[in-house]
């Protein structure tokens, strides 16, 4: 019998079960995906994610590490399923509920259930405690419950499993002590201990506060259009004060975290949370504002393709999700233009009905303008020839200020930059004024 259950073996619940297992525990991971357990039971994972591939075949080998699609009794239970929202932004817990059912019908006294996915504030108690009761046991009296929330940044998981700060919240306080010890086995971090309402809250926190802040950003960023300076400048010595960190603007917010998270906050409170509907409003509407202002200040038409540079929600990873490059291909083709989109890490194929290429060539081949959305590495050196030899036009707009503006600007491209005003942008080097 295993010694803890992870269900859900996706970013965050197969490194969870890989370390945990690594860490000397009998683990059994769940997943409802068959295919995805067929892979995994060959001790191959397609997550790019650092140091995963070892830590996870490593946990297999070990013997340490099993995955199944069935649900088995075990003293401990971690659920890490995604929470998504549903399409008029409430969340949907039916995965939670899923796993947490399953978990019912195996649940015995003296087990613990620990909830890792981002939720509404109240569902540790009142969505998964509350289905638990159909097992005839009562949270706190009979087993115990927690929230724990993942902090881990993809690209970095494991890197940050084990060495971030966690917050238990415990339905009861013996359940927090229980659960800290559990995560103390693999976790270097600080742990901290509260109950399950503010360790909700405290998760929403995390990623409302990143949010708010690069809308905060954006709308500098428009208003340094507006007003002819370098957003990116004016930012950057800003920061130089010490109480001020202000993010970076950009396309907008992708991933399937910040921008979902603060609607738990908006739709459970939308009478307290004007400030953060704004925000996610500022962010949603990126796309269209690059869209706009490029077509605003490009030249006459000479085609109507659109070539995207970048698929992946941010720099240097291969996941597509909530990409503002994609959000920006929709806005594109609802206006009527071509689209192409280019990633060199997002696995070639098509997302959100827009096919993602991974040779750069193709997708700038006769295009009117490119916008860069994601600041891979692989596109910090792009040069200007590959723009000269495939494109038609010679508008670029660089939405993460990213690109060598200033040899596109000497093979004869415009350059737009997202937060810095276009007669600025020509007259400005490195964010400093011209002599
Ligand atoms: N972005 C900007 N400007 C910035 C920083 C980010 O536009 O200055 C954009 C990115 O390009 C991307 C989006 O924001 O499109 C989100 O990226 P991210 O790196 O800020 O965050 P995620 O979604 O990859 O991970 C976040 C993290 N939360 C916080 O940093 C508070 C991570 O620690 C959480 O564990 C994760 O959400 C989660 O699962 O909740």
Not at 149 to 175: C, F, K, M, W
Request: proline fraction near 5%; include cysteine; hydrophobic fraction near 40%.
């Amino acid at each position: 019998m295993a010694e803890i259950c992870v269900v859900g073996l996706g970013y965050v619940g197969l490194p969870t079960a890989s370390l945990l297992a690594s860490s000397g525990f009998q683990v059994l991971g769940i997943d409802i995906n068959p295919e995805l357990v067929s892979e995994l039971q060959t001790g191959n994972t397609r997550l790019q994610e650092a140091g995963l591939r070892n830590l996870f075949s490593g946990a297999m080998s070990s013997g340490n590490l099993r995955v199944s699609t069935d649900v088995e009794p075990s003293n401990m239970f971690i659920i890490c399923v995604p929470t998504p929202l549903t399409k008029d932004c409430n969340v949907d817990l039916k995965a939670v509920e899923g796993a947490t059912t399953g978990i019912a019908g195996v649940l015995r006294k003296g087990d613990l259930v620990v909830l890792e996915s981002t939720s509404p504030v109240g569902t540790t108690r009142n969505v998964v405690g509350q289905i638990l009761r159909k097992s005839g046991l009562e949270p706190g009296d009979d087993f115990d419950l927690c929230y724990a929330p993942e902090r881990v940044l993809p690209g970095n998981t494991v890197q940050e499993l084990i060495h971030n700060d966690r917050i238990i919240g415990g339905y009861t306080p013996s359940a927090a002590e229980r659960t800290r010890r559990l995560y103390e086995r693999c976790c270097q971090g600080t742990i901290s201990v509260t109950d399950d309402l503010t360790a909700e809250l405290c998760k929403l926190v995390e990623n409302t506060y990143r949010d708010v802040n690069i809308a905060l950003a954006n709308v500098v960023a428009n208003v340094a259009e507006a007003a002819g300076v370098n957003a990116w400048e004016a930012i950057r010595l800003a920061n130089r004060h010490p109480r001020v960190e202000v993010l970076q603007p950009g396309p907008g917010v992708g991933g399937h975290c910040i921008p979902v998270d603060p609607w738990f906050l908006v739709g459970a409170y939308p009478e307290q949370t004007d400030l953060i509907r704004q925000a996610r409003e500022v962010n949603e509407f990126q796309p269209t504002r690059i869209l706009n202002r490029l077509l605003d200040l490009s030249q006459g038409p000479c085609g109507n393709k659109l070539a995207i540079l970048g698929a992946a929600y941010k720099a240097d990873i291969d996941d597509p999700r909530e990409s503002p490059g994609l959000a920006l291909a929709a806005v594109a083709a609802e206006a009527g233009l071509r689209v192409a989109v280019h990633d060199p890490l997002v696995r070639g194929g098509t997302y959100q009905g827009f096919d993602v290429v991974n040779d750069i060539e193709s997708c700038l081949e006769e295009a009117t303008w490119a916008v860069l959305t994601t600041n891979h590495q692989a596109y910090r050196h792009l040069s200007s020839k590959i723009f000269l030899d495939h494109m038609s036009g010679r508008v670029i707009y660089d939405s993460r200020n990213w690109l060598n503006h200033d040899s596109l600007r000497l093979a004869g491209f415009r350059v737009l930059v997202c937060g810095v005003g276009e007669d600025i942008s020509e007259t400005y080097r490195l964010g400093r004024r011209a002599a």
